[in-house]
């Protein structure tokens, strides 16, 4: 083989022999070469099988896919003898879960049916005692838990951490550190400046006030505290400003809270002002422009000049003379009647000649009536307050026209009214009603809407030490 010479020079000896076999191995081999040409058509990618539901089925009851999605095909698989039974179920090293406390529960034993075990749960509950007092959490709150692995089956399992915001300003966090539980008081920053709410009426207050960013709760308690005091339908107007105040606090976390209403305001245009602050334990409204004035002498029930006073005289209707025993104003029909002073509403609906009356007692034996009104606007029972609106001029009863016929009794027998001067006395007076004027100023210091803003997060506090020798022993940074 290897005399064989399978590559001679073609260019040397032409013709001869070896030149022959020469060219006859480069024809073969090239033979050779092309048909092992290599083809270029397209690869059979998958069997072309058709695919019918049932056979699709069958495909899917042979996957792992059907397993892990818990095995929907139906088709069991029978163990090989690879599977082992295990002893037991393995547990989940560690169990996360809120717990919410209900109302009427204790802390305690909402614990222990959470799954933590007695003897953590007095732990925990004497931590926290220390701190505040259980009862002060509100119910609904919500505590975050996570419980450990257990050391031996049948035990509960031990109580690794707790987490839960027990008070608006603080957060507790429990954890387990060596073996041993302790507790870490995290105060959250809370700002309590008011939140206060200016703007146009417009349309609808209540629209306004929620556009303007009051919480809902804050604007019901303005339009009812409002409502109380005057007419909201006639006496305030869409040019005219309000001016909500409401207990409020946020938090650095973000949370809002909104309190009860501390001051109502209606500001018509500069020209008279609606002033409603909340004072005393008893949480009522006091209207600040009238509040400290030695209120003597009758409010007007109505804004109208005298047509007829107390006396003998000819009635207009009846036609012969009589005693009048009250005094008569010029109103117009659906002018707002005012009572004259803080009374209870002893009578109110149709009283005979007098139609429709609201029949008021002050106290000290001294009693005012209003007659002829086209509406009342108290019932029997109720309170109301000097300058509260009682109910609307009108013509009803023995009347020739709209008019306000008022009347003044002492101990049941019709006084002039003209005579009778009320002295009521100042709702507040010395150190309190100067307390009064200085939490109306503070308040309506607050700048209108500074409460929306976020808290910005705490600087993170630097810790002191509480001894005095680690005090020298970390020196004290000089500025
Ligand atoms: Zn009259």
């Not at 022999?17 to 040409?37: E, I, K, Q």
């Not at 701190?131 to 919500?142: F, K, R």
């Not at 600087?459 to 509480?466: G, H, L, R, S, T």
């Amino acid at each position: 083989m290897e005399k064989l010479d399978l590559a001679p020079d073609l260019a040397e000896a032409i013709g001869s022999g070896r030149w022959f076999r020469g060219v006859g191995t480069l024809v073969g081999l090239s033979a050779l070469a092309l048909a092992m040409w290599p083809d270029f058509s397209p690869l059979e990618a998958a069997p072309a099988m058709e695919l019918d539901d049932s056979a699709r089925d069958e495909f899917r009851s042979q996957m792992i896919m059907p397993l892990a999605l818990g095995a929907d095909s139906g088709r069991h698989m029978g163990a090989t003898p690879s599977v082992k039974q295990l002893e037991n179920a393995p547990e989940r090293p560690q169990l996360e879960f809120l717990a919410t406390l209900a109302k009427g529960d204790s802390f305690g034993r909402m614990l222990q049916r959470s799954g933590v075990g007695s003897g953590d749960a007095q732990t925990v509950s004497e931590l926290i005692a220390r701190t505040m007092s259980l009862s002060d959490i509100e119910p609904g709150t919500q505590i975050d838990i996570t419980l450990g692995r257990r050391s031996s089956a049948g035990q509960a399992r031990p109580l690794d951490a707790i987490n839960f915001r027990a008070r608006f300003d603080l957060a507790l966090q429990i954890d387990r550190i060596d073996g041993n539980l302790s507790l870490k008081r995290i105060p959250i920053q809370v700002d309590n400046t008011p939140l206060r709410i200016r703007g146009l009426v417009g349309s609808s207050l209540y629209r306004s006030a929620r556009a303007a960013g009051a919480p809902a709760s804050a604007v019901q308690q303005f339009l009812s505290t409002l409502g109380d005091q005057i007419d909201m339908d006639r006496s305030v107007r869409s040019t005219d400003t309000f001016d909500i105040i409401v207990a409020h606090k946020r938090a650095a976390t973000g949370d809002r809270q909104a309190g009860q209403l501390l001051y109502a305001g209606i500001d018509r245009g500069g020209k008279s002002q609606t002033q409603l602050m909340r004072w005393g334990s008893e949480g009522r409204f006091f209207e600040a422009s009238g509040v400290g004035e030695q209120r003597s002498g009758l409010l007007a029930p109505v804004p109208g000049g005298i047509s007829s006073g107390f006396g003998m005289r000819r009635h207009p209707i009846l036609g012969y003379r009589r005693m009048h025993s009250g005094m008569d104003f010029r109103a117009s029909s659906g002018t707002p009647i005012v009572a004259v002073a803080d009374a209870q509403v002893v009578g109110s609906g149709r009283m005979g000649g007098c139609g429709n009356a609201v029949r008021l007692r002050h106290g000290g034996g001294m009693d005012t009536r209003y007659c002829h009104m086209s509406r009342i606007a108290v019932r029997s029972g109720q309170s109301v307050r000097r300058g509260q609106v009682i109910g609307y001029v009108g013509s009803t009863g023995l009347s020739t026209g709209p008019h306000l016929h008022y009347e003044m009794y002492r101990n049941g027998r019709a006084v002039n009214p003209a005579s009778v001067k009320f002295v009521t006395r100042a709702q507040l007076s010395g150190a309190e009603l100067s307390q009064f004027r200085a939490k109306l100023t503070q308040l309506k210091q607050v700048e209108a809407g500074a409460a929306l803003v976020d808290l910005k997060p705490a600087a993170p506090q630097e810790d002191v030490p509480v001894r005095e020798i680690d005090k020298i022993a970390v020196p004290k940074k000089v500025p």
